[in-house]
């Protein structure tokens, strides 16, 4: 079935920077495109950013383009989210997800989520 | 951004059958997934594409899609059934995925 294991979560200020990284296992990691996406209590699911299997397309929800970069290392199997210039509104729990295709997707197997807090 | 309207919460009685819909303009030419997430957990996908069962997710998980409105059903719901629901589609404005506001399903 497999696993995603998140970590990376924890306080930041803001302004400041976290990476985020997500950890697969019991499946061929480098077959899946993956994806991030957040959940606030307030805005309920949001997206954040998808990557292809190899890594050679990215997109990013406009709300975090320019600050966030995905990215994944398949030899480690590991899924990454470098978050730069970080804002209270992106205190998020953050899950990670395999998605069936690059575009017109669904999410088909989540992590258990890292929260992060960007607070002052 | 496309909008998915989705009633806040619903209460129903061990064994009978729940409706959990999602609104949106003309959504019936998009394909929808439904997403369970329990309490503290992570969500799960228990229908794609409109009406497709992904393995393991009981027969009881139904879905279907016309018009402005998607629906969920779950059939003779169980207590582990209590859980938040997510309808979810493709925007082809934006190029992304958007998510309704959620539902949350008490059984009584």
């Known amino acids: 079935e497999g696993q995603l294991l998140e970590s990376g979560g924890g306080v930041v200020q803001p302004g400041g920077s976290l990476r985020l990284s997500c950890a697969a296992s019991?499946?061929?990691?480098?077959?899946?495109?993956m994806s991030w996406v957040r959940q606030t209590p307030g805005k309920g699911l949001e997206w954040v950013s998808v990557i292809s299997n190899s890594g050679g397309r990215t997109f990013y929800a406009d709300s975090v383009k320019g600050r966030f970069t995905i990215s994944r290392d398949n030899s480690k199997n590991t899924l990454y989210l470098q978050m730069n210039s970080l804002r209270v509104e992106d205190t998020a729990v953050y899950y990670c997800a395999t998605v069936n295709q690059l575009l017109m997707y669904y999410f088909g197997k989540w992590g258990q989520g890292t929260l992060v807090t960007v607070s002052s | 951004s496309y909008v998915l309207t989705q009633p806040p919460s619903l209460s129903v009685a061990p064994g009978k059958t729940a409706r959990i819909t999602c609104g949106g303009n003309n959504i019936g030419t998009k394909s929808v997934h439904w997403y369970q997430q329990r309490p503290g957990q992570a969500p799960v996908l228990v229908i794609c594409?409109?009406?497709d069962r992904p393995s393991g997710i009981p027969e009881r998980f139904s879905g279907s899609n016309s018009g402005n409105t998607a629906t969920l059903t779950i059939s003779r719901v169980e207590a582990g059934d209590e859980a938040d629901y997510y309808c979810q589609v493709w925007d082809n404005i934006s190029n992304y995925p958007v998510f309704g506001g959620g539902s949350k399903l008490t059984v009584l």
């Open positions: 594409y409109d009406s």
């Open positions: 019991g499946f061929t990691f480098s077959t899946y495109a």
